[in-house]
């Protein structure tokens, strides 16, 4: 079966697996760091060697205050409370996105845990926060034009913020919804898309691995003719 090398995950449906429950909305985004922690694990014993994840969008500033507070905050606890055992486990940290709007403490936080992992060769665990697909095609067309190159598509491959890794092969969103509320516009062009109607803290090794199964029954054509494909395997 192929394994993708690459799979990026919008986990969505935080907030109504809290609301079912008659819990705070928090409750879910607290769940859904069980899950992911369950996720990284999954992906290391499957072979994948890079997860992106959505875990905060340039436009969830816009949700109420107190829900904003509580998803600082528990970036700050995931923070403390997980970066030891991911570091033990082999996976190297990434926090994508524009980090400028976070504490000083929180940076500081952050780059911490990139720099404590950076030897880590299992798995690459990228973590988008305030994170949004435009911003990375304007940051990255920004750099290209203050290093004064030329405006190619590799230019601006090389100075998008996942840069470091190749495009995902598969990308999942959680939750039920069929979009991509500004995730990886620029390097989702030709990643497989995987939906899933289970609210990201209900994503489970089944359900990954139902993806996982979806994904070894798509041929990737890239363009081409299924023809070619088939004779170039
Ligand atoms: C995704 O879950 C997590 C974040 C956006 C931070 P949601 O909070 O969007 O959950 P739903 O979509 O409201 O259920
Ligand atoms: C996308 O989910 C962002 C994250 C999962 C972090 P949203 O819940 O914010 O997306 P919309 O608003 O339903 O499009
Ligand atoms: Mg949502």
């Not at 992911?36 to 890079?50: F, K, M």
């Amino acid at each position: 079966m192929t394994v993708p090398r690459h799979i990026a995950i919008v986990m969505d449906g935080n907030g109504r697996w809290a609301t079912r429950r008659l819990l705070p909305r928090v409750a879910g985004h607290h769940q859904g760091v069980d899950s992911l922690r369950r996720c990284v694990q999954a992906c290391i014993e499957r072979g994948v060697g890079v997860l992106t994840v959505f875990a905060f969008s340039s436009e969830n500033w816009k949700r109420p205050a107190d829900e904003v507070s509580g998803l600082m905050d528990l970036l700050a606890k995931a923070l403390a409370g997980e970066v030891a055992s991911l570091r033990k486990n082999g996976v190297k940290l990434h926090f994508v996105g524009d980090l400028d709007p976070l504490s000083l403490k929180m940076r500081t936080g952050l780059r911490e845990a990139e720099t404590s992992t950076a030897d880590n060769t299992r798995l690459v665990l990228n973590v988008c926060f305030n994170y949004g697909g435009r911003w990375d095609v304007a940051q990255a067309a920004a750099k290209v034009a203050a290093r004064g190159e030329a405006v190619t598509e590799e230019a601006i491959d090389r100075a998008m913020a996942l840069a470091h890794v190749a495009d995902p092969d598969l990308l999942i969103r959680t939750g039920g919804e069929q979009r991509l509320s500004n995730f990886l516009l620029w390097q989702a062009a030709y990643s497989e898309l995987y939906f899933s109607d289970k609210f990201w803290p209900d994503f489970d090794e089944a359900e990954l691995d139902a993806a996982l199964a979806a994904f070894a029954r798509r041929e990737r054509r890239f363009g081409l003719t299924a023809a070619q494909v088939q004779r170039a395997a």
